[in-house]
């Protein structure tokens, strides 16, 4: 079955610093979403990525989708203490109709 | 524009208990999901509902969890009866129609933690 994998698990940095999270599918993808979960909260779609090779940018947010469409980043330039919280992957494999969460990386940003 | 609503916020249940969620979607959105989270990972879909037709339901546990869609508007989910591993966060999300040529965000409710002791 599909899997989608996410690393790091974990990351702590100092504000200011930057952030990088990679997402690894088993299988190819026809697009890919992130989502952002606060602690205590709700995931919060981010945005989506549909086209081989993509890069989108939100303010410090960088977001790329592999020439392969089987693996995505998202990168944030200088974090800030509002960044905190779990980054979530979701695939949705070619031919599919429902979207596959990662395992999510949690960042903890230390002021 | 209201959000996805969803009831109890909190349940508290012993095991073999019973136990319902209520999910209200947003207004137009065709399709609804129920989604498990447990504490540390990603939500995992249980099921998928298109109007009021089953989209997906393979990851639905069918001996003990039930849901349902009547008028195509808002849906529960049952757990009948509740074991210890069924604690979690139960999310509900809904979206515009979506399919496999065209998928769109999903936006989530505030969740339903449920502690099964």
Not at chain 2, 80 to 86: F, G, I, V
């Given at each position: 079955g599909q899997q989608v994998m996410q690393i790091p698990q974990y990351q702590h940095v100092q504000e200011g610093e930057d952030f990088t999270t990679y997402c690894n599918s088993s299988t190819t993808l026809s697009n890919i979403q992130w989502y952002k979960q606060r602690p205590g909260g709700h995931p919060v779609f981010l945005i989506q990525l549909v086209k081989s090779g993509e890069v989108k940018k939100q303010k410090r947010l960088t977001f790329q989708f592999g020439e392969a469409k089987k693996n995505s980043s998202l990168h944030i330039t200088?974090?800030?203490?509002?960044?905190v919280g779990t980054y979530f992957c979701a695939g949705l494999e070619t031919g599919a109709n429902n979207l596959f969460f990662g395992t999510g990386t949690r960042l903890t940003v230390i002021p | 524009e209201a959000g996805v609503a969803q009831s109890p916020r909190y349940k508290i249940i012993e095991k073999r208990q019973s136990v319902a969620f209520w999910c209200n979607p947003i207004s137009g959105h065709a399709t609804l999901y129920w989604y498990q989270q447990i504490l540390g990972q990603g939500p995992k879909l249980l099921i998928q509902f298109q109007n009021n037709g089953?989209?997906?339901?393979?990851?639905?546990?069918?001996d003990r969890f039930s849901a349902e869609r009547l008028k195509g508007v808002d849906s529960t989910l049952k757990i009948?009866?509740?074991?210890?591993?069924?604690s979690a966060v139960y999310l509900c999300a809904s979206s515009f129609r979506s399919s496999a040529v065209s998928y769109n965000e999903q936006f989530f409710g505030p969740g339903t933690r449920l502690t099964v002791l």
């Open positions: 200088a974090t800030q203490t509002t960044d | 089953v989209v997906d339901d393979s990851q639905l546990p069918k009948q009866p509740a074991k210890l591993e069924d």
